[in-house]
């Protein structure tokens, strides 16, 4: 009793109370069996595996807790990187969109002279596909003309240090505007970057401006050529005194058309300056499409009548009336029917149809006449344009009036459209709504 209670006391001592607790019956039992000394030994034994498995309990949960935090830090990070990737995507494909719906073309050329990005558009305009520009170098980009025009460009702006330009004409027709600069940084002040080439097509703005010279040059003809008379007659009867009366009435009968030449000339270029500026919406009402018909092809009556044709007008309406300008309405009318009187030879034939058919409208003039090419169909009533084979026919003209007919069609919100046979004359049909 007195040892094992002595014993007990000096386990509590050594590891203190509470973490081994010795039973006073087991205590005694073992004293019986070891040494005290050996029983000592395995307490302690005891005692130190009890400690490592607290400790080893204790490190365990630390360590789930470190792994848990580093599994959250890590998701958060995936998905800070998720969405730099989206934005980074986002803004890639915004870059790709804008490149790809800028109208012209464009190519970047590093300082190697080798193209290093390009738009669907520089495609399309030089005739290529992509693949071109990632063959085993030059041999492929050589052959392709276009392409080694501007690679030779872009070289020479390369070495100068200055921008260049050329029109660069395609296999395919197109006229190319092609311009080279230095490719810089101009908040850094950085230069060596490369060139960028600008592609653009202006083959339409090229046919429109030689369409424009064509049309200063027939109106500088159309006004000098009645002038001229004008100025000549005039003169004669300043430094003639003695002219015969038949002369002098001559005279005065040439003077008289040549200045209703200018007033109309005048008139077409005035009408066409009205309609740009949509004059035509400030005065609206009913229009007497029989009335007005009648009204326009007898103002041209003695037209018809000195080239000896014939005029025939079939309207098969009743009291039809159409909402719109009755002026700009007789107008169209008397452009299509003078249209037909000038390119229908003497003798021929001009014939003015008017019907109702599916709550439309139909007007259409056929003609006798010289006939337009099928490849000019789809520019005669472009502004400023003549047929070729009329230019030389005399027929005059200054390229408007098939203009200004399409144009008040427009107005009408109607279709006009044309048939034509080289030979064998030309039907023209306009389609208003009622």
């Known amino acids: 009793m007195d040892n094992g209670l002595a014993l007990n006391d000096f386990i509590q001592t050594i590891f203190g109370t509470g973490r081994v ?8 039992k073992l004293i019986g069996l070891v040494s005290l000394e050996t029983l000592v030994i395995l307490v302690a034994l005891g005692g130190f595996a009890a400690f490592l498995f607290k400790r080893f309990s204790k490190s365990r949960k630390q360590a789930v807790v470190t792994t ?16 730099m990737v989206r934005k980074t995507n986002d803004r890639n494909n915004y870059i790709n969109s804008i490149f790809s719906s800028i109208e012209d073309g464009f ?20 005739g ?7 063959s085993d170098q030059s041999a492929t980009i050589l052959s392709s003309e276009p392409v080694a025009t501007i690679l030779h460009m872009c070289g020479s702006v390369l070495q100068k240090g200055s921008a260049s330009q ?14 080279v600069s230095l490719l810089t940084d101009k908040y850094r002040g950085t230069r060596d970057l490369g ?9 339409e703005w090229r046919r429109l401006e030689n369409l424009k010279k064509d049309f200063v040059a027939n109106v500088s003809h159309e006004f000098r050529t009645p002038l001229t008379l004008i100025s000549g007659f005039m003169e004669m009867f300043e430094m003639q005194e003695s002219i ?3 002369d002098r009435k001559r005279a005065y009968e040439i003077i008289h058309i040549e200045t209703e030449r200018l007033k109309r000339l005048v008139s077409e270029l005035l009408n066409l300056s009205a309609i740009e500026n949509s004059l035509p919406k400030l005065a609206e009402g009913k229009i007497d499409v029989r009335s007005c018909i009648a009204d326009a092809v007898s103002s041209l009556g003695n037209l018809a009548e000195a080239k000896e044709q014939h005029l025939a007008t079939r309207v098969r309406l009743s009291e039809l009336t159409l909402r719109g300008n009755e002026n700009w309405f007789y107008l169209m009318v008397k452009n299509l029917v003078e249209n037909a009187i000038k390119y229908t030879p003497p003798h021929g034939s001009i014939t003015i149809e008017a019907f109702e058919e599916m709550q439309k409208l ?23 344009y003549r047929v070729e084979k009329a230019r030389g026919s005399g027929s005059g003209g200054s390229g408007l009036g098939l203009a200004l007919v399409k144009d008040i069609v427009s107005i009408f919100h109607g279709e006009v459209r044309v048939e034509s046979e080289v030979g064998s004359g030309s039907i023209f049909t306009v389609q208003l709504p009622l």
């Open 244 to 246: 015969s009366p038949s």
């Open 166 to 179: 050329l029109d660069l004409r395609t296999d395919s027709g197109r006229i190319l505007d092609v311009r």
């Open 68 to 83: 848990d935090a580093l599994a959250k830090q890590t998701e958060k990070l995936r998905l800070q990187l998720d969405e």
């Open 195 to 203: 060139v960028i080439a600008i592609v653009k097509d202006i083959t």
């Open 21 to 28: 607790m010795v039973d006073e019956i087991v205590m005694r």
């Open 107 to 126: 190519m970047l050329v590093d300082t190697d002279n080798q193209v290093v990005l390009y738009n669907p558009r520089a495609m399309e305009l030089l």
């Open 362 to 384: 139909i007007i259409s003039v056929a003609d006798t006449g010289i006939g337009i090419p099928a490849e000019e169909l789809d520019k005669i009533f472009d502004r400023f």
């Open 128 to 134: 290529l596909d992509s693949t071109v520009f990632f």
